[in-house]
């Protein structure tokens, strides 16, 4: 074989390839190519220029009579494992056209540059020895790739087919401690409560750099002030660079100038503790398994983990949201307006007291929000300026309100706040509606009264259903987000309702909790991926901090 020409030495290298086909079952074949001294066998190069038919024989005696018990049948699956590359997909998928293959199921995973393809097909059984040489002749091509091949009665191809009334579900891990410890306790719960895992798979991006950059830029603006950088820096486990950072020309450090520095730089273990989110798909493995019984096991869970766990139905229900309603103040930004508001006045230790007494549900919050206006009587209006002017958003409003808004959601504020504040932060964002109080001025100065109807906790669900309405939406198909007890039934009219960063009252009451310092976590309830967040320039007149 040596001697041969270069075509000579290929013929004769497939031939041996078709030698092996016509020897053994297709079963034994593809586990034959999986073994590594087969694949040493078959090697094509320089140094290793024909096949050692010695070892070939041992391998295929060996595995032949493990298959000998195996009927061939029309269906088989195919994996292939390995290094990805491009053209893979494409080239097996030629092959297994040109011989006639019907296509049943595929799907391929891709990790880490790691890839797992399968195809599931049916053919002739009198095609089953040429297509598989033909496979194991391609992986050639790919010195790297392992094909198995494993043959399929019916009864097999039966029991893994998924039924129609199949109930899916997707659990969602979301916090700063995701672990192992926690992936492990979630999947004994779901199998103990008589589910399989289907997939699973990371929502937020893998790497360190980027994981800190999303903590840093809060609004996903693309940079960030260095004196916050040179302020966070040692909580984020960022090395100690002063130079880099002081060097800047501007006041800023754009992610150009991160990445830049991030090449240079390892960022410590500490970002360990940073927000990660994984989506588990969950069927039911037999008859007993309970959906409601898991939602309330996995919530019990959440406070021993330390991170948020959710179940919800997947499929067209999960897909179909089209409404996001919010609370304000504590939700979509970061302040209690009316405190702030008490704060310029001169009153806010009483003011927020009350405050805090109604949002845990300790008092009624008509007779609150009244009590609260009463004590700013006399405040000059201009304050409301003032405290617009310094209100700032909870980290991730921007991109959570834009990436929905790319998606083709309404997005609106019910809130129990004031107008004079709501609206206009509602402009700024670009959002549908918004609805909330409205405060007495006479002669420039608060009156210490409310005008109209409050908006409260049944108001709040009120409006929802209306928007609902004239959206020609069902509420399943809205999500509503708050933290107080004035957004209580809002949040359970609502298909997904989220308790954000809530009283605990209000945690205790909901089925869906976020409890991480960035709105926009809630994305990853829809199943929205960190490297789907793509941010467009915006005319906005406010430039959020």
């Keep these: 074989v040596s001697t041969q020409s270069t075509g000579n030495r290929e013929a ?158 997707v659990v969602t891990l979301i916090g700063r401690k995701v672990s192992f410890g926690a992936l492990a306790n979630v999947s004994e719960e779901i199998a103990a409560h008589g589910f399989n895992v289907v997939t699973l798979h990371q929502l937020t991006d893998i790497s360190p750099n980027s994981l800190v950059w999303r903590e840093m830029d809060e609004q996903a603006s693309g940079r960030v002030g260095k004196q916050e950088v040179l302020g966070i820096k040692s909580s984020l486990g960022i090395p100690d660079n002063q130079e880099f950072f002081e060097n800047k020309d501007s006041g800023q450090l754009n992610k150009q100038d991160w990445d830049e520095w991030a090449k240079a730089n390892r960022v410590s273990s500490k970002t360990s503790t940073l927000t990660r989110a994984l989506e588990m798909t969950i069927r039911p493995s037999g008859p007993h398994a309970h959906a409601h019984k898991l939602q309330d096991s996995l919530l019990s869970l959440q406070e021993q983990l330390g991170c948020d766990l959710a179940l919800q139905r997947s499929g067209t229900l999960r897909q179909v949201k089209r409404l996001v309603v919010m609370d304000m103040d504590s939700t979509l930004i970061q302040q209690e307006v009316i405190d702030e508001i008490a704060r310029a006045h001169g009153v806010y230790d009483k003011v927020a007291e009350m405050t805090e007494k109604a949002m845990q549900g300790g008092m009624d919050f008509n007779e609150s929000l009244r009590a609260r206006c009463a004590e700013l009587k006399g405040c000059p209006a201009e304050v409301l300026d003032q405290v617009y002017e310094n209100i700032k958003l909870t980290p991730g409003a921007v991109p959570f309100v834009r990436e929905l808004q790319k998606q083709g959601y309404k997005i609106g504020v019910l809130s129990g706040g004031f107008n004079a504040i709501t609206k206009r932060v509602a402009a700024d964002l670009e959002l549908d509606f918004a609805f909330a109080n409205d405060l007495e001025v006479v002669d420039g100065k608060l009156t210490g009264k409310v005008i109209g109807p409050i908006v409260n906790r049944e108001r709040k669900r009120d409006l929802l259903e209306s928007i609902c309405q004239s959206e020609r939406i069902s509420p399943e198909q809205a999500i509503a987000v708050g933290d107080g007890a004035n957004d209580l039934e809002m949040l359970r009219a609502a298909g997904l309702g989220i308790a954000f960063n809530a009283k605990p009252k209000v945690q205790q009451s909901s089925k869906y909790t976020i409890n991480t310092n960035r709105l926009d976590s809630i994305l990853y309830l829809l199943g929205v991926r960190a490297s789907d967040i793509k941010l467009e320039s915006t005319n906005s007149p406010k430039v959020w901090k």
């Design 12 to 169: 004769t290298m497939r031939a041996a390839y078709v030698n092996a086909a016509r020897r053994v079952s297709p079963l034994a074949l593809g586990a034959v190519h999986a073994t590594p001294t087969c694949r040493r066998a078959f090697h094509h190069s320089p140094t290793c220029m024909r096949p050692e038919p010695a070892e070939v024989n041992r391998s295929v005696s060996r595995l032949t009579a493990r298959s000998l018990s195996r009927s061939l049948n029309s269906t088989l699956l195919i994996t292939l494992t390995g290094d990805d590359s491009p053209g893979i997909t494409a080239s097996f998928a030629r092959i297994l056209d040109d011989c006639d293959c019907k296509l049943l199921d595929a799907n391929q995973a891709t990790i880490h540059g790691k890839l797992c393809l399968y195809f599931l097909l049916s053919m002739g059984t009198e095609m089953q020895k040429p297509l598989l040489s033909e496979l194991l002749w391609k992986s050639k091509e790919f010195p790297q790739l392992q094909v198995k091949f494993e043959v399929l009665d019916d009864q097999t191809l039966e029991d893994l087919s998924p039924q129609a009334e199949v109930d899916e579900h």
